[in-house]
């Protein structure tokens, strides 16, 4: 069964560190990783996914299947990346029948 | 486009009393899922609909069920309510079932059973 992983509840760094939040998998096929934002009072939204390989707003991820891992990081947090981070996963042709993970709550401290 | 929409926002149930959820979906969509969020936690897939057929359900109980119509607007059904069902159930919807075109949420129906 698939299985998605954020050990980190809660996360605070100061403005303009380095952020990294967590994300291990377990699946036994070839999964395609996502990262979801909430921001406050707004919606789930997507930030990026593996397969795009894409910068958005300044985070990267990047899939390691060696350590079933798809860390987000982010070179200089700033206060407006605040917010709820999801770490998702979809089996391979299946749509949004999305696997989330708990979520790391991300506080950046002015 | 609104986006997705969901109806309605909050809703209050007594155990054991009956529930109906909707979803529209942003227009020209045709694939629409639902997850339950309960507080802490993160979504949980219940179903997938694309082209008005079920094509994947999550680990729920049949007192869940879900239908797509042909206006590929969805309801979620959930029958004899507990009190665990209680939780945040969202809506998403994107253009394919099958490709992982992006996924677009609904802000969320909340339901309390008492």
């Known amino acids: 069964a698939q299985r998605v992983t954020q050990p980190e509840k809660l996360l605070s760094v100061f403005k303009g560190a380095p952020v990294e939040l967590k994300c291990n998998y377990s699946?036994?096929?070839?999964?395609?990783l996502f990262w979801y934002v909430q921001y406050s009072r707004q919606r789930l939204q997507l930030l990026l996914r593996h397969i795009s390989r894409e910068s958005i707003k300044g985070f990267t991820a990047d899939l390691n299947k060696g350590e079933t891992s798809f860390h987000l990081k982010k070179p200089f947090a700033q206060e407006e990346d605040s917010a709820m981070y999801y770490c998702a996963l979809t089996k391979s042709n299946t749509g949004n029948q999305f696997y989330f993970g708990t979520g790391t709550s991300l506080t950046v401290i002015p | 486009d609104a986006g997705v929409t969901q109806s309605p926002t909050h809703l209050i149930k007594t155990r054991g009393q009956q529930v109906t959820l909707r979803c529209s979906p942003i227009s020209g969509h045709k694939s629409v899922s639902w997850y339950q969020q309960v507080l802490g936690q993160g979504p949980q897939f219940i179903f997938q609909y694309y082209e008005k057929e079920e094509r994947g359900r999550g680990n729920f109980p049949d007192r869940f069920s879900a239908r797509q119509f042909p206006n590929y607007s969805s309801e979620l059904n959930v029958n004899a309510l507990l009190l665990g069902d209680s939780a945040l159930y969202l809506c998403?919807?994107?253009?394919?079932?099958?490709?992982?075109?992006?996924?677009?949420f609904g802000q969320g129906t909340r339901l309390t059973v008492v």
């Open positions: 998403a919807s994107s253009l394919w079932g099958e490709m992982n075109t992006e996924a677009f």
């Open positions: 699946y036994s096929g070839s999964p395609e």
